[in-house]
């Protein structure tokens, strides 16, 4: 293809290799926090509510997607309990999820193609659904009731059992 629509095909000299290393985690961290750090949707987020010390944070979120992606362990945090911090200050919405997306995978694809850099993108997608559906109280297998009707039902077991 001619890269003219979105169904362009990139080959591994336009688009790098495939994320192999700690190291190729945070290339691709930093190279998401340029975008975002100064985006005119999230970049506020970033800069004024939370104060990212970039410097320490790097280290951690490059530990998050070596863990991920390379298997490596070495991540221990929980990362909800800061974004619910955020969402205390500033209500995340869908369209800041939406950036958030769009920016990690324009940095995922100006630098890396591959099965882990597709998989980098199909976690931060996954990722970003679990804590906007936790942030907004949709959590999977809970039933809606009517107002005033008790507590919701979660549903366990394959079959769903209540």
Do not use: N
């Not at 209500?91 to 995922?108: D, I, K, M, Q, Y």
């Amino acid at each position: 293809m001619h890269g003219d629509g979105p169904a362009t095909v990139r080959t591994v000299t336009e688009a790098g290799r495939d994320i192999e290393t700690r190291e190729d985690c945070e290339q691709l961290v930093r190279a998401f926090y340029a975008r975002a750090l100064s985006d005119p949707v999230i970049g506020f987020i970033f800069t004024d509510v939370a104060r990212l010390d970039l410097e320490a944070h790097v280290p951690v979120i490059a530990s998050f997607w070596a863990t991920i992606l390379l298997g490596a362990r070495s991540y221990g945090g929980g990362a909800f309990a800061a974004h619910a911090a955020l969402d205390a200050k500033v209500r995340l919405r869908p369209g800041h999820f939406a950036r958030w997306l769009a920016l990690w995978r324009e940095s995922v694809d100006a630098q890396f193609c591959g099965p882990r850099a597709e998989e980098a993108k199909a976690h931060a997608e996954r990722v970003a659904r679990a804590f906007e559906d936790r942030l907004r109280g949709r959590v999977t297998g809970e039933v809606a009731l009517p107002a005033g009707v008790g507590l919701p039902v979660t549903l366990h077991g394959p079959g769903g059992e209540r």
